[in-house]
């Protein structure tokens, strides 16, 4: 069995490549999980019950302007209601 083609110059880049995309996808990932705790932190300090398809909703959400958006409303919401206006 051949296995040269591993070994390549192309081989290599395909690679790195899909480090690099494994990378940023985790860093992404990463920065939606982070928003994520500050909203419902921001509701626990503000004493706003999350009902649990509400932690869901905020926990799954991996559009990062749509968590943006969530995470400024989030420390003046009277309800969890509050954060997802206009949604």
Same mark, same amino acid.
């Given at each position: 069995?051949?296995?040269s083609f591993y070994k390549s110059a192309i081989s /290599?880049?395909? *690679?790195d490549e899909g480090r690099s995309e494994g990378r940023? /996808? +985790?860093?992404?990932? $990463?920065?939606? =999980? +982070?928003?994520?705790? $500050?909203?419902? %932190?921001? %509701?626990?300090?503000? $004493?706003?019950?999350?009902?649990? =398809?509400?932690? /869901? *909703?905020? !926990?799954?959400? +991996?559009?990062? /302007?749509?968590?943006? *958006?969530? %995470? %400024? *409303?989030?420390? !003046?919401?009277?309800?969890?209601?509050d954060v997802f206006a206009e949604e």
């Open positions: 069995m051949d296995l /290599e880049e395909i *690679r940023s /996808e +985790g860093r992404s990932e $990463g920065r939606a =999980e +982070g928003i994520a705790q $500050g909203i419902l %932190l921001f %509701l626990a300090r503000a $004493g706003v019950d999350v009902p649990d =398809e509400a932690r /869901e *909703r905020i !926990t799954t959400c +991996g559009d990062l /302007e749509t968590l943006n *958006r969530w %995470l %400024l *409303r989030a420390p !003046t919401a009277q309800s969890v209601e």
